[in-house]
């Protein structure tokens, strides 16, 4: 990016370095605006500085600092940067096979954010995403919200601005075929795995009121990480991200949350279509995935492309993840296309890949949507967002691109090539 950034500024061009991009306020005119949170705005204006949006609105409607930055973006389309509930980018690792739950365990020290995935969901125009550990466990530990500005630390891409990065993000749970285990510790049914869950929350309920009663810090119990990450969980600090597929499993999930009154977010829910009034009367949001591919797990089998209007007609607040590498995060914009394909409306089909997922990371006030006083991330397409030939050309993040296609050095991480991505040769056909 750097070689492509040298040479527009020295023709006089529009696209600036990080520190000019946040110096100086940037005009953006000419392109069809999705705002997601109001409808699309023709010929539209988006004025950004110091990292927010300052405005935006039909041509000669906005005002316009006169020391901007101009960019003629006629023909093109700009929407939010893409909100990515459910990824593994960044290699994330979290609980190992000593036990079947790990509350304590922290997905913030498994994360390598220099790990070629990142660029990989930045050119898909991924601008917030929440990093999870597997579902190999019935608790494989605490999630990682980030935000994919440019950083060589996990600090540096934290998303939250009201919390360190320790505490920003949610709790991966899981139930179904993924967690059972035959042998050790780990459930062999389905009714054991919700046992065990149900112990551990109330091992952490018995921890909570041991440290409430306690009249000084002599009196309250010895620290205990475990018992504190679910404390985070049970007091409203952690939402559960729960991987579930099967009706049974996706009803189980929630009477856990009822039982123990923590926030839950439901993932996958391959044959959530079974259960969506259930699901919309809990008043649970689910963030889903298609496949364009046979293949997977038997209990997905039922999974199909009309969840998404199924949800929509239901009232469940509904997103699409990628679980990258399970959906390449370079596509994640087909997502919503096959929603829409299946009869989902474009306003929610765009919606639940920015503003929705925005909603279920707790990140709706910073993210989501183009609206004044929110974070300037956006990304530049060459045509309508849910159409197969168009491409993101440019990803920015509090007003910095962190992402140009024009530049052979960002570019290959959108169509692939040989020793792009950790030695293997993956190419994206245009």
Not at 55 to 70: H, Q, R, T
Not at 408 to 418: H, I, S, V
């Amino acid at each position: 990016m750097r070689t492509a950034l040298l040479l527009l500024t020295l023709a006089g061009l529009c696209l600036c370095a990080p520190a000019q991009a946040q110096d100086r306020p940037h005009v953006f005119r000419n392109a069809t605006l999705h705002p997601i949170s109001a409808e699309p705005i023709e010929q539209g204006v988006l004025v950004v500085e110091g990292g927010t949006i300052q405005a935006l609105g039909p041509a000669g409607s906005v005002d316009v600092p006169a020391n901007a930055v101009e960019h003629d973006m006629a023909g093109k389309e700009i929407m939010p940067g893409l909100v990515d509930t459910h990824s593994h980018i960044g290699a994330a690792s979290g609980g190992d096979g000593s036990a079947a739950l790990h509350p304590d365990v922290r997905t913030i020290d498994g994360i390598n954010v220099r790990h070629p995935s990142i660029n990989r969901a930045r050119a898909g125009g991924i601008t917030t995403v929440q990093v999870l550990s597997g579902s190999g466990h019935l608790m494989s530990g605490q999630t990682t919200y980030l935000k994919l500005r440019e950083g060589g630390t996990i600090s540096a891409l934290a998303a939250c601005e009201d919390r360190p990065v320790e505490a920003c993000g949610g709790m991966k749970m899981a139930n179904g075929t993924n967690p059972q285990r035959a042998s050790g510790s780990f459930p062999g049914t389905r009714a054991r795995a919700a046992a065990m869950a149900r112990e551990q929350f109330v091992a952490a309920q018995k921890y909570q009121r041991k440290k409430e009663q306690a009249d000084d810090p002599s009196e309250a119990p010895d620290r205990d990480l475990r018992m504190e990450g679910l404390i985070d969980v049970l007091e409203g600090r952690r939402t559960v991200h729960f991987h579930t597929h099967r009706h049974d499993d996706i009803l189980t999930a929630i009477r856990l949350s009822e039982e123990f009154g923590f926030d839950l977010v439901l993932h996958h829910v391959s044959e959530g279509w079974k259960v969506a009034d259930e699901i919309a009367e809990a008043e649970v949001p689910a963030s889903i995935i298609v496949l364009d591919s046979p293949g997977g797990k038997y209990e997905a089998d039922e999974l199909v492309y009309r969840t998404g209007r199924v949800f929509e007609d239901a009232g469940v607040d509904v997103a699409y993840h990628t679980d990258d590498p399970i959906t390449d995060s370079r596509l994640f914009l087909r997502s919503p296309a096959f929603g829409v394909r299946a009869g989902m409306s474009r306003a929610a089909a765009l919606e639940s890949v920015t503003l929705a997922g925005a909603r279920m990371l707790g990140l709706e006030d910073e993210a989501g949507s183009l609206e004044t006083g929110k974070d300037a991330d956006f990304i530049v397409l060459s045509g309508d967002p849910l159409s197969v030939y168009t491409k993101i050309e440019q990803t920015w993040v509090e007003g910095t691109p962190v992402f140009d296609r024009s530049d052979p050095d960002d570019r290959k991480f959108a169509t692939g090539g040989y020793r792009v991505y950790d030695g293997a040769a993956q190419h994206v056909h245009e």
